[in-house]
Structure formats: structure tokens, C-alpha cells
């Protein structure tokens, strides 16, 4: 069976050591008394959670799933989830970077990110229950009314009740446009909702006492298409004045998709039958609302990625280097026995080096998403507050989708390191490439964040957000523009960033004349883009670990064969993306293509 380790060292050198986080919360009045013992305590803590609690139910989660009983509409969890979630709840985990207004902890949220990442690598299935409670809780939080904020968001704090987001319809998924449930005014101010939600996550289970759907429908003679939706909170039990809980709404489970992966989140088909629904935010304006929803959720989403990439990191390395197969090419490393482990293959180090790289890359980037969370949230100075919304806004479709796309490319790699033992089931390995296949396709599918990235974040605004994360880089280059050790990551840093500037401006350009350019470039120009950023953390960290590895600590030296590996194998990657996006549209968008 799979094991995990919680990646205490490498979290705490981002946090501390990379971004020194404790200074930044100095500047941010909520979080000023956050200092780094603090940090290390609830990470520490949180991982004992995800490594001790959670993790041995992965397997047992993924092998019995979620069953449904078609008679109640009640959904059991797999063996184990409930009593998790209970101490989960129990230990105050669902409050850590709540509002104390509604009896959260009010940490930053960057601690939470870290625990997210922890909780995924654990057990992506069980951490999606809270994860969309957590999405839900921000969207009320931003957009609810000071009542439908007092009814629900100390319960959705303390986790005694969970959240989902129903979006999708059988006819609609990425164009939301096209959705037909129902709402209707009644004359208490409530609304009645009827429609057919389908996948949509933890729409039922055992682990709460209620759940609070975000719905999307149309209220009466709203406007055609994505600007006539509207907001609504649909609880499975109605909330009595006094808090406590009333009649069950007719919100049900009709079915539970079979799926690839996820096997113990419960995928549901939700009809709504008739319900009660309050209204969230203004009408037609939902999708606006949502919104706050879905960029939680997308950063969640890579959050699973980054959590997949290092569980199967952390257990192809021990195989690698238990398992022996072969002689090394140039000659025996382990000549007591009778094959050298797999570890000293070239091919195998590459794949390793590959999840680590992702990995470590990830993390950093979500942390630094995170940590401009926070500064947009809490800084008390409008300008720091604006240029940290403009990062998470460029950043948001990065860290969804590069991370997924990595994921997906770190849990094959790491499933290939055990050969036909990673195939096989005994291992784990499957679990995980089978688990982080969805994060490319829901909370808006990868090309659709790249469209959003392209489309709208660059060039929508003129390229003004992607200059200043540009003016960030650019700060960097200039500092270690004179030290000869960091040439060999801040010359290829420069570079991508200047081939990225003529990449922007020459698909803008094309797009003058023709939109289908920014669609057929779209995905190569993400990834490109995901390098960018990569290759700037990496530069970042590598700086640090070449000031430090001089105090002999092995993790400096690890780190930096890390950052060379990162800018001599992957990055080059970009070359290929640039020459593909420059390719533009003729040859994809060609009307014979499909006449046969
Ligand atoms: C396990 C699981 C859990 C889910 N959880 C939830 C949930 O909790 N709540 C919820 O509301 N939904 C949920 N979803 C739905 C998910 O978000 C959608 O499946 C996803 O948004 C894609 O919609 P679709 O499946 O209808 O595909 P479609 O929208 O039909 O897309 C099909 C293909 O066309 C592409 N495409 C569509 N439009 C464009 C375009 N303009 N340009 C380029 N390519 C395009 C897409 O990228 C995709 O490859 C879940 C789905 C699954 C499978």
C-alpha cells in the first residue's frame, strides 16, 4: 500500500526561507501575530492529520465507493470517512482560515493551502468534501446577506455542515449559458427551485447533518444566456429561526455517477425538485458570484495536482531504490547483489526528477498564490491589495491547470518507475494516475483556463497583468544580475520571459484578424506561460539553496541538482510550445479536415 509523508522541510523552506511569510503577515494587521513557530505547529499537525487519518483510508475509499440507497436518497460514504470527518471536525480543522466573526481560527490562507495540499496527497476523494464546503463558505462570505451569512457560515466554519456547487446540467457544462433550472419569487422572499443538476461533488453523503447547495438557475423572463443566471442557497434540511434544523427540502440524490477515479467522493445527480432556495448576491448576476466559488475551487483543484505529484513522488523514490533490475550502463553500483536497484538508471532518475521538479515547483507557486490571497484580503494599503488581486487573477488558471497537466505527467511517470507493478493495483500507484485525471477536466476543463488565461487575463487588459508579474521577474534578474553562480538560472529565466513578450504580442496581433488564433494557440501559450513561472520559483529557490548549501545540509544540494534538472530538461520544453503556438490557427481550423 501506498505511504505519505508529509513534506514539513520543503513547505517550511517555501514559507520561510523563500518567502519569508512571517514578515509579509507583519504588514497585515489580521495576521500580524502569525510568526513562523506558529505556522510550523499547525502544519506539523495538520500533516499527523492527513498521514495518520487519512491516507490509510485511500485505498479502501477508492475500492468500495459511495453507495446510494434509491429508497431514502441517502448516500454512505466508504468505511472510515464519517468517523475521519468527525475528527476533523472535532480538531478545528475546517475553521483554520476562517472569519473569527463566525468562529473561525482567521490563520492565513496559506496555511490552509498547505494543509490542502497535505489532505489531497492523503486523500483526494475525502478532502473534496471539505474542500467545496470551504468554496461555498468563501461565496457566502462575499456575497450572501447578512441573514443567509448568520444562518450558514458559522455551521459551514465548523465543518457540522458541508457545501457543493451545482453548476452543471445534462445539456451544460462548459457553456453555463445554457442552463434551464427554475426559480421562482414566492411571496416570503424565498424562491422555489426546480432542476437537474448532474456531477456534481458530495452532493449527498453521511459525513454532516446538512448540505448547503449553491445552485445556478433562471429566475422568470431573466435574459437569454450566461447574463440571466442567478444565485440561490438550497439546503438539504430548511434552518428553523433558532438554527436548528427543520424539513427536508426536496433536494435529492437520484443517482451516483461510475467513474474513473475519486471512487469515495460522491458524484451525484441532484434533481431539485420544487425546493426552497434564497437568493445569493443580485439577480442575473450569479455567474458573477459564483465566481468567488469557482476561482477557490480552481485553486483547490491544483492543489489536488500538487498533492498527487508528491504522494506518487514520495513511493516511486522507495521502489527505485529497493527495486533491482539490470546493471547500470557504466557498470555495477551494487556489485554484493545480483542487479543494481532501478534508482541508478538514467531514464528512471529522469522520471523522478520530473515529479520532484513538478512537485517542488508546485508548491511553490501555490504558496505564492496563496500568500497574494492574502495580501489582497488583508493589506491594509489599496495599491498592495490591487496588484495581489491582479497576480491570483493571472495566476488562478496557472495553478489549475498547469499543475493538473504536471500531475497527470508525475503520477504516469511514477506509476512507470514500478513497471508492471505500478499497473497493478497492490501498489497504489494506478489510484493515483486514475485520481488526478479529473483535475484536468472539472472547475472548467484545461483549455478552458487556458482561453481564460489568453483570452481574457493577458490580453484582455493589454498584457497589463502579465507585465507586472513581468516587472516581478525582471526585479529578480536585475539583483543577480552580477552573481556568476545564478547565471546559469537567470539567463534562461530572461530569455523565456522576452520570448513570451514577442509570443503575447504576435498572437494579439493575429488576433486582430482572426479570433480562432487565440483558441488554437491558447493551451501551448498556458504552458508556456506555467514555465515562466516555474522558472522564476525555481530561480528563487536555487538562489537560496546556493547561499545555504555551504552549511553542509543535504536538502540545499538536493534542491539545486533540482533547479538544474528543472532548467536543463523541462524548461526546454517551452521551444517546442512556442514554435507550436507561433504555428497559429490555418492548420487546425482547415474546413476539409473533417469531410471525411
Ligand atoms: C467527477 C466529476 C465531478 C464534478 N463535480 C462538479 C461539481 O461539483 N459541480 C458542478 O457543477 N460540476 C461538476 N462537474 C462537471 C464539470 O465541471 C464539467 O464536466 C466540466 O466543466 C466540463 O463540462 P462538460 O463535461 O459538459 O463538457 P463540455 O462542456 O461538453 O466540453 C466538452 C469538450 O469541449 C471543450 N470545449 C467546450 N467549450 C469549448 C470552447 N469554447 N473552446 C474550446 N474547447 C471547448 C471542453 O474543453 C471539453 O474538452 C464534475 C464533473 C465530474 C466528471
Redesign the pocket.
Known amino acids: 500500500m501506498a505511504q505519505y509523508t508529509p513534506p514539513l522541510r520543503d513547505m517550511q523552506f517555501v514559507l520561510h526561507e523563500v518567502f519569508n511569510v512571517a514578515e509579509e503577515f507583519k504588514a497585515l494587521p489580521a495576521h500580524a501575530e502569525v510568526d513562523a513557530d506558529t505556522l510550523n505547529a499547525v502544519i506539523e499537525e495538520g500533516g499527523k492529520f492527513a498521514a495518520e487519518v487519512l491516507a490509510p483510508l485511500n485505498r479502501g475509499g477508492d475500492e468500495e465507493g459511495c453507495t446510494l440507497d434509491q429508497g431514502t436518497h441517502e448516500v454512505k460514504t466508504p468505511t472510515g470517512f464519517r468517523e475521519a470527518y468527525l475528527r476533523y471536525v472535532e480538531g478545528g480543522w475546517p475553521a483554520l482560515s476562517c472569519d473569527p466573526q463566525y468562529g473561525g481560527q482567521g490563520l492565513p490562507i496559506t496555511v490552509n493551502q498547505c494543509f490542502f495540499e497535505m489532505l489531497n496527497s492523503a486523500n483526494q476523494a475525502w478532502a473534496m468534501y471539505p474542500g ?1 464546503t470551504h468554496g461555498a463558505y468563501e461565496c457566502l462570505h462575499a456575497h450572501g446577506t447578512p441573514e443567509l451569512q448568520q444562518t450558514y457560515l458559522p455551521k459551514l466554519t465548523s465543518g457540522e455542515w458541508t457545501g ?5 446540467e445534462a445539456h ?4 453555463l449559458g445554457l442552463l434551464r433550472s427554475k426559480a421562482e419569487p414566492q411571496p416570503d422572499g424565498s424562491y422555489t427551485i426546480t432542476g437537474n ?1 448532474i ?4 452532493g449527498e453523503h453521511d459525513l454532516a447533518a446538512n448540505i448547503v447547495h449553491l445552485v445556478l438557475a433562471r429566475l422568470p423572463e431573466a435574459p437569454e444566456g450566461s447574463k440571466g443566471i442567478s444565485l440561490f442557497v438550497v439546503p438539504k434540511f430548511l434552518v428553523n429561526a433558532d438554527g436548528s434544523l427543520g424539513a427536508r427540502n426536496p433536494v435529492y440524490c437520484g443517482a451516483l ?1 461510475h ?1 474513473m477515479g ?1 471512487h469515495g467522493n460522491a ?1 451525484c445527480q441532484i434533481n431539485i425538485d420544487g425546493a426552497k432556495g434564497w437568493l445569493v448576491g443580485e439577480p442575473h448576476k450569479g455567474l458573477a458570484a459564483m465566481f468567488v466559488m469557482m476561482n477557490a475551487a480552481r485553486l483547490g483543484v491544483g492543489m489536488q495536482g500538487l498533492g498527487l505529484t508528491e504522494v506518487a513522488y514520495q513511493n516511486a523514490l522507495v521502489y527505485a531504490k529497493d527495486r533491482i533490475q539490470m546493471r547500470s550502463l557504466s557498470g555495477p553500483k551494487a556489485p554484493d547483489k545480483p542487479a543494481d536497484p532501478i534508482i541508478v538508471h538514467a531514464d528512471v532518475r529522469k522520471m523522478l526528477l520530473t515529479a520532484r521538479a513538478y512537485a517542488e515547483g508546485g508548491r511553490a507557486l501555490s504558496l505564492w498564490t496563496a500568500l497574494m490571497i492574502d495580501r489582497e484580503l488583508s493589506s491594509p494599503d489599496e495599491t498592495i491589495r490591487k496588484d495581489a488581486a491582479d497576480q491570483v487573477a493571472l495566476l488562478t488558471p496557472i495553478v489549475k491547470a498547469f499543475l493538473t497537466d504536471n500531475a497527470w505527467i508525475a503520477t504516469s511517470h511514477c506509476m512507470q518507475v514500478y513497471g508492471g507493478h505500478g499497473y497493478v493495483s497492490e501498489w497504489g500507484m494506478e489510484q493515483f494516475v486514475r485520481d488526478s485525471r ?1 483535475n484536468m ?5 484545461n ?2 483556463q487556458s ?1 481564460d488565461l489568453l483570452g481574457r487575463k493577458v490580453l484582455g487588459d493589454n498584457g497589463a497583468k502579465l507585465k507586472k508579474f513581468g516587472k516581478l521577474v525582471q526585479e529578480f534578474i536585475e539583483e543577480g544580475g552580477t552573481n556568476e553562480a545564478m547565471q546559469e538560472f537567470v539567463n534562461p529565466l530572461a530569455d523565456l520571459g522576452d520570448k513570451v513578450t514577442k509570443l503575447t504580442t504576435e498572437i494579439g496581433m493575429k488576433a486582430f484578424q482572426n479570433a480562432d488564433e487565440v ?1 488554437a494557440a491558447a493551451v501551448d501559450y498556458l504552458r508556456v506561460c506555467g514555465h515562466l513561472v516555474f522558472a522564476y520559483f525555481w530561480a528563487r529557490m536555487a538562489k537560496v539553496a546556493l547561499e545555504k548549501q555551504s552549511g553542509g545540509d543535504p536538502f540545499y544540494k538536493a534542491k539545486l541538482v533540482t533547479a538544474r534538472f528543472y532548467f536543463a530538461k523541462l524548461l526546454p520544453e517551452t521551444a517546442a510550445l512556442i514554435r507550436t503556438a507561433r504555428a497559429g490557427a490555418k492548420s487546425v481550423m482547415d474546413e476539409e479536415a473533417f469531410i471525411v
Open positions: 467545496l457543493t456547487m451545482c453548476l452543471t451544460c457544462g462548459t457553456d443538476k456531477f456534481i461533488s458530495s455517477e467513474k475519486i458524484t479529473i477536466i472539472y472547475e472548467g476543463t483549455t478552458i482561453l483558441g
